[in-house]
């Protein structure tokens, strides 16, 4: 399927968003910290960037308020009901950090649990599809929640500087959840016998197999733009060890000195790179998650 590039931004930015509100609402950072108040900011930041840029994708971006109120039909509208209410209790609790220097525990809970049920609605809009098949799997959500989590530890750690043991072994122990989850995710989607074919689609394959004749349009339209990307095996295969490199290597390399080293500059400097290098992975992963997608109405093209 076409990698609309705000939806990417989108899923990234805003995962790794309320990865972080995650950690802030369980307390782990201090507080009365200057960089707690940043993590506090840049939480909300991404959080916001990543909804910004997904009004972008919206056909009529000034009548996004009426997918709201399908949230009893759509995950979609589940997510921005979600994303909404979640941001509420996280400001407070910024709030409360920057110019109180405390944490209140309920509304940290109240902030946990909404990232976390944002994050799955999230997935949720494409785990949902029976249509793509390599996404109709409950690996989906999963995937979306531990790649969340682990740049939600990796901001963590950065902010703490190479001083928080708890938050680099966690952020190392979700690093590697997400990369055990995305293998098997992978397995499946790279060895999955598509249920729809052109044969089952015209009931004629009791026949042979059925060819495409003639092409259903001279030209191209809004399925053939949106659902009939393809991208060459050989490109996925080296973005994928790009996307490998930079989500998995890269960070565990950086998690592993700062342990290492115990705190100091070098240790936070390492860190920061390390959480550069998981974005950019993530933004690769993201975008072969939509390029690879095979959607069954292309069996009709």
């Known amino acids: 399927m076409h990698p609309a590039y705000s939806i ?14 995650v950690v802030l609402g369980l307390g782990f950072l201090d507080p009365s910290l200057l960089m707690t108040k940043l993590a506090y900011l840049t939480s909300l930041a991404l959080i916001s960037i990543g909804l910004a840029a997904s ?11 009426r ?8 995950w979609l509208s589940r997510e921005g009901v979600m994303a909404i209410a979640t941001v509420v209790p996280l400001t407070l609790s910024a709030a409360l950090a920057i110019f109180g220097d405390r944490h209140d525990a309920i509304l940290g809970f109240i902030t946990v649990l909404g990232a976390l049920v944002t994050v799955y609605c999230t997935s949720m809009i494409y785990a ?19 790649f969340s989590l682990a740049g939600g530890f990796l901001f963590a750690s950065a902010f703490v500087g190479g001083n928080g ?44 197999k059925v060819g495409l004749f003639e092409r259903p349009h001279a030209l191209d339209n809004y399925l053939t733009r949106e659902m009939g990307f393809r991208v060459a095996r050989k490109h996925a295969a080296k973005l994928w060890v790009i996307a490998f490199v930079f989500c998995v290597v890269l960070p565990i390399l950086a998690l592993l000195l700062a342990l290492a080293i115990a705190g100091g500059l070098t240790a936070q400097i390492a ?14 992963e993201r975008w072969l998650f939509f390029a690879e997608a095979k959607h069954a109405v292309m069996n009709y093209y």
């Open 55 to 65: 009004l972008l994708h919206l056909g009529n971006p000034q009548r996004a308020w």
């Open 8 to 21: 990417i931004v989108f899923t990234t930015l805003s995962g790794l968003g309320y990865g972080l509100a």
């Open 271 to 284: 860190l920061v790179l390390g959480v550069v290098a998981y974005v950019l992975g993530v933004f690769v």
């Open 128 to 146: 949902s599809l029976k249509t793509v098949d390599s996404w109709h799997t409950k690996l989906t959500p999963l995937c979306f929640l531990l």
């Open 67 to 74: 997918a709201l109120s399908q949230w009893r039909s759509s």
């Open 165 to 208: 043991l708890v938050e680099e072994l966690l952020a190392l122990l979700f690093v590697l959840l997400a990369l055990v989850a995305k293998m098997v995710w992978r397995n499946r989607a790279t060895t999955l016998l598509p249920i729809s074919t052109p044969e089952t689609a015209t009931g004629l394959g009791f026949i042979g």
